[in-house]
């Protein structure tokens, strides 16, 4: 399967990139004088190392949209593909001649799939917001008190977005197979997020108190400790052997079997024993006691400022 990526930032990118990685071909179209915005901002360099990370498995085509001949060349290609993945604006689709309108009259047997916020809502959104408006980002910020919290280490929503569009991409090229008409179709960003929501985060369950859950620090068991040395002991002893192995090679005898899974005030004295064993060893003095051990247990850093 040949597919056309004409698009940029994350999800789009990322999503070629996941298909890339499963054989497909992917041939990614950028203006010459317009690239991609993760290759200039120069604020943060980790973005162009993210951009060359996407398009390692792919096949880059620099071309001029402003030209006839560059464009021509560019039908020719979605032609011969099997799907396209689209994300600019109407002006540029103009340009390139690939408004609904025109690609219905220009092509047959290829399925367009077209990036999009949410249903009727063209407004701008970055992950965080994405975060805020489908109420995800509650799970990180409730029982917090700090006046500035840092957004979520990963961009969770465009993530989720990604493997939402390859999806749709696939799906869409198996319905277009027999049909001569283009099949066009719009792939949302928070439609990706609400179905993770209403999966992981339902209703039911978003006013909880506490509002921590196992996965951001609720338990003992699966918590992250501070080492003598400045790393940290990332421990997810969840099931009853990991838990009991943990305790035995940390110098814990004397947690029993369920505090692992303990929370309120129990807990919150389970961490701290945990804590002032973590912190009276080394990283490295860690590392040799849980070398080879099926514990669930991983050391983190310590790095170097």
Request: proline share 6%; with cysteine.
């Given at each position: 399967m040949t597919i056309i990526d004409l698009t940029w930032r994350l999800p789009g990118p990322l999503a070629g990139y996941?298909?890339?990685?499963?054989?497909?071909?992917?041939?990614?179209?950028?203006?010459?004088?317009?690239?991609?915005?993760?290759?200039?901002?120069?604020?943060?360099?980790?973005?162009?190392?993210?951009?060359?990370?996407f398009q390692e498995p792919k096949e880059l085509r620099l071309i001029d949209f402003g030209s006839a001949d560059d464009v021509a060349a560019l039908h020719r290609e979605i032609s011969?593909?099997?799907?396209?993945?689209?994300?600019?604006?109407?002006?540029?689709?103009?340009?390139?001649?690939?408004?609904g309108e025109m690609i219905d009259?220009?092509?047959?047997?290829?399925?367009?799939?077209?990036?999009?916020?949410?249903?009727?809502?063209?407004?701008?959104?970055?992950?965080?917001?994405?975060?805020?408006?489908?109420?995800?980002?509650?799970?990180?910020?409730?029982?917090?008190?700090?006046?500035?919290?840092?957004?979520?280490?990963?961009?969770?929503?465009?993530?989720?977005?990604?493997?939402?569009?390859?999806?749709?991409?696939?799906a869409t090229a198996?319905?277009?197979?027999?049909e001569s008409r283009?099949?066009?179709?719009?792939?949302?960003?928070?439609?990706?997020?609400?179905?993770?929501?209403?999966?992981?985060?339902?209703?039911?369950?978003?006013?909880r108190a506490p509002a921590t859950f196992l996965h951001n620090g609720r338990f003992p068991c699966y918590n992250i400790y501070r080492t003598a040395d400045g790393g940290y002991l990332a421990v997810a002893a969840v099931e009853p052997k990991f838990w009991s192995r943990f305790r035995e090679l940390a110098g814990l005898a004397d947690l029993d079997d369920g505090d692992g899974l303990r929370d309120g005030d129990r807990g919150a004295e389970v961490k701290e024993i945990i804590l002032r064993a973590i912190r009276g060893k080394t990283s490295d003095e860690w590392r040799v006691i849980f070398q080879g051990e099926n514990s669930c247990v991983d050391l983190v850093g310590p790095y170097v400022a």
């Open positions: 996941f298909l890339a990685k499963q054989g497909m071909r992917v041939i990614k179209y950028e203006d010459l004088h317009h690239r991609d915005p993760f290759l200039k901002w120069s604020w943060d360099p980790a973005f162009a190392d993210i951009y060359h990370a011969a593909a099997d799907a396209v993945i689209m994300a600019f604006p109407r002006r540029v689709e103009e340009k390139l001649g690939l408004t009259r220009e092509f047959g047997g290829i399925c367009f799939t077209r990036l999009g916020f949410r249903p009727g809502d063209d407004h701008s959104a970055h992950d965080l917001n994405s975060l805020a408006q489908s109420h995800l980002l509650k799970m990180h910020i409730l029982d917090r008190t700090d006046d500035i919290i840092a957004p979520p280490f990963l961009p969770v929503t465009g993530m989720f977005f990604s493997y939402h569009i390859a999806i749709t991409v696939l198996l319905r277009q197979k027999g283009p099949i066009q179709n719009w792939c949302y960003l928070q439609d990706a997020v609400d179905q993770a929501r209403d999966a992981y985060y339902p209703a039911s369950i978003q006013e």
